[in-house]
């Protein structure tokens, strides 16, 4: 049962990325076009990930804290993206 643990907390973890990578990105193309559209997105994104969070900390912390803190490092990824993306825009 140890090894079906672990294989389900990567699996959980990968596609907790997958879509939160896919979500920040249609966030950027978004963003760059409008900004009042944008954040509204991005209101809708934080409030589902955190509905999202609060279901999985029932179950099972550890992945909740892993997933919290891949949200915390793509979203910083985001951010560098979405800074150089504006800075094209603006040339």
């Known amino acids: 049962m140890g090894s079906l643990d ?3 907390f ?3 973890l990968l596609c907790a990325a997958v879509g939160m990578t896919i979500a920040l990105i249609i966030f950027t193309s978004i963003f760059v ?3 009042a559209k944008g954040y509204i997105y991005i ?3 934080i409030a589902g990930s955190a509905t999202l969070l609060i ?3 029932e179950t099972s912390p550890i992945l909740a804290a892993a997933i ?3 949200y915390a490092i793509l979203t910083v990824l985001t951010c560098f993206n979405v800074k150089k993306k ?3 825009a603006e040339l």
């Open 43 to 45: 209101l809708m994104l």
């Open 10 to 12: 990567i699996v959980l």
């Open 33 to 35: 076009q409008s900004r």
């Open 86 to 88: 504006l800075n094209e």
């Open 55 to 57: 279901s999985i900390y």
């Open 68 to 70: 919290l803190i891949l």
């Open 6 to 8: 672990v294989t389900m």
